[in-house]
């Protein structure tokens, strides 16, 4: 699949919604199994950050959600006023009777307005422990007692939405409590899954760039071969640490490839790209502390498991 990427028309169809950027991806992410081909592809074809960004966001939530519906867009919604640590998250899951209500409100939900599914982060209020318990439960954007706002638009990539979600006594079905520990088991992982996917997308986009504005050929062979280990990441464990430090290097190496494509584009400020990159550019900082808060917790753990050995 990605011998596509040096062969197709480089060339990309403008698109400035998510009305027109939704059934593009749809289209191109049917025909790839492998989620991250999927983000790869719509990340090639995009003709800016903001939708490889969407592309790589989507295929993320699939390889964490397999069951998640292909035709709708979906969001993992974790982020509250006081942040996305467990403690954090103040949205409440109780029971009543046969019945679960949900309570509470998100923050920053990506593509939220124009979402149909949402994958809702909530203290679980039956159980009790040192740390809240948090489950994921499915939430569908046409729910009684579901408010969406949409919210001021970013300084970089401000073609991709976000909103706000508010819930109300929301009336849940047991089948959609996702079992097991919604933070361990989606939220902690899906950070990792999330660079892979969206740096992946990022990096295919770049690609189709260098070849349409002819920049150097060696720059384009390090960025294929960056793609095709953020591929072999994409089958690992995204809760072990050795994926994390791989992830760590892979990720630093990215950051060069991006700080020389800088200077690239300054070769045709008049292009409109060119203009896109740089508004968009803020984008790779983005969650910069938990990476390497992540890496240094995964170095700490091997230690201590190569301690445990002798």
Avoid at 34 to 41: D, G, L, M, R
Avoid at 101 to 121: E, H, I, Q, S, Y
Avoid at 154 to 171: C, R, W
């Amino acid at each position: 699949m990605l011998g596509t990427l040096l062969t197709s028309s480089a060339q990309a169809k403008t698109c400035e919604t998510v009305s027109e950027w939704w059934p593009r991806h749809r289209s191109l992410a049917a025909g790839h199994p492998a989620t991250v081909h999927q983000a790869i592809i719509g990340g090639f074809f995009a003709d800016r950050v903001g939708w490889a960004f969407a592309s790589g966001y989507q295929a993320a939530l699939h390889a964490l959600f397999p069951d998640a519906p292909d035709e709708r867009i979906c969001a993992l919604c974790v982020t509250e006023a006081g942040g996305n640590s467990p403690k954090a998250i103040k949205s409440s899951l109780q029971k009543e009777g046969e019945r679960w209500l949900l309570n509470g409100a998100k923050r920053w939900t990506t593509l939220g307005p124009d979402g149909a599914l949402f994958f809702v982060a909530a203290r679980d209020e039956t159980t009790s422990g040192e740390r809240p318990a948090i489950k994921i439960v499915k939430v569908w954007s046409g729910s009684a007692g579901l408010n969406i706002q949409a919210m001021p638009q970013t300084k970089f990539v401000p073609e991709v939405p976000h909103a706000q979600l508010q819930f109300e006594n929301l009336i849940l079905k047991e089948t959609e409590i996702l079992p097991g520990d919604g933070y361990d088991q989606y939220v902690k992982p899906f950070r990792t899954v999330e660079d892979v996917h969206i740096n992946a997308a990022i990096l295919a986009y770049l690609v189709r760039e260098a070849r349409r504005l002819d920049w150097p050929a060696q720059w384009i062979e390090k960025t294929f071969s960056l793609l095709i280990v953020f591929q072999e990441l994409s089958k690992e464990d995204p809760s072990a640490p050795e994926t994390h430090i791989a992830l760590a290097g892979a990720l630093a190496i990215g950051a060069g490839l991006t700080a020389e494509a800088d200077g690239l584009w300054d070769r045709t400020p008049a292009d409109p790209a060119a203009a896109r990159w740089k508004r968009d550019r803020a984008l790779f900082g983005v969650a910069a502390q938990a990476r390497a808060a992540r890496t240094e917790r995964a170095w700490q753990g091997l230690a201590r498991g190569a301690i445990g050995a002798q």
